[in-house]
């Protein structure tokens, strides 16, 4: 039996105001990690835009389209902060999203490595990081 596929994206689209470079939302490419096999494809959306914008985020999920049986797939596993194979973390945003990490991480992998969970029942995923995100002066 061979793994699914793990996509390293969010959950969520972001609506945006001011300039955003279309290199935050390159397609999914092929990519593997030496340090998790399994993981094979990568969007380069990485959480750029993240910082100095004003964003709304939706619930609208993401789909990717599978071409085999022409048919749309929600994702459905989420991969918090994941990097590159050599990538630097990025410490702001992991400042700002420690609140939630204890919620939705397990407590046992580091948060520089690939994270693979699924939302808690009774959780709500935008609510929390949309929270983590609200900076108030």
Same mark, same amino acid.
């Given at each position: 039996?061979?793994?699914?596929?793990?996509?390293?994206?969010?959950?969520?689209?972001?609506?945006?105001?001011?300039?955003?470079?279309?290199?935050?939302?390159?397609?999914?490419?092929?990519?593997?990690?030496?340090?998790?096999?399994?993981?094979?494809? &990568?969007?380069?959306?990485?959480?750029? *835009? @993240?910082?100095?914008?004003?964003? %709304?985020?939706?619930e609208?999920?993401? #789909? $990717?389209?599978?071409?085999?049986?022409?048919?749309?797939?929600?994702?459905?596993?989420?991969?918090?902060?994941?990097?590159?194979?050599?990538?630097?973390?990025?410490?702001?945003?992991?400042?700002?999203?420690?609140?939630?990490?204890?919620? &939705?991480?397990d407590?046992?992998?580091? *948060? @520089?490595?690939?994270?693979?969970? %699924?939302?808690?029942?009774?959780?709500? #995923? $935008?609510?929390?990081?949309?929270?983590?995100?609200?900076?108030?002066?």
């Amino acid at each position: 039996m061979t793994p699914p596929d793990v996509y390293h994206v969010f959950p969520f689209k972001v609506d945006y105001e001011g300039p955003c470079s279309w290199r935050d939302f390159l397609q999914i490419e092929e990519k593997v990690s030496k340090n998790d096999p399994s993981i094979t494809k &990568y969007t380069t959306f990485r959480g750029k *835009i @993240l910082l100095g914008r004003s964003l %709304k985020l939706t619930e609208e999920l993401i #789909f $990717i389209n599978n071409k085999e049986s022409n048919t749309k797939m929600p994702v459905n596993e989420i991969i918090f902060w994941s990097y590159f194979d050599e990538e630097s973390h990025h410490p702001l945003k992991d400042e700002l999203l420690q609140p939630m990490y204890k919620d &939705y991480i397990d407590q046992n992998s580091s *948060i @520089l490595k690939s994270k693979k969970n %699924k939302v808690p029942e009774g959780k709500n #995923f $935008i609510a929390d990081i949309t929270n983590c995100l609200t900076i108030t002066f």
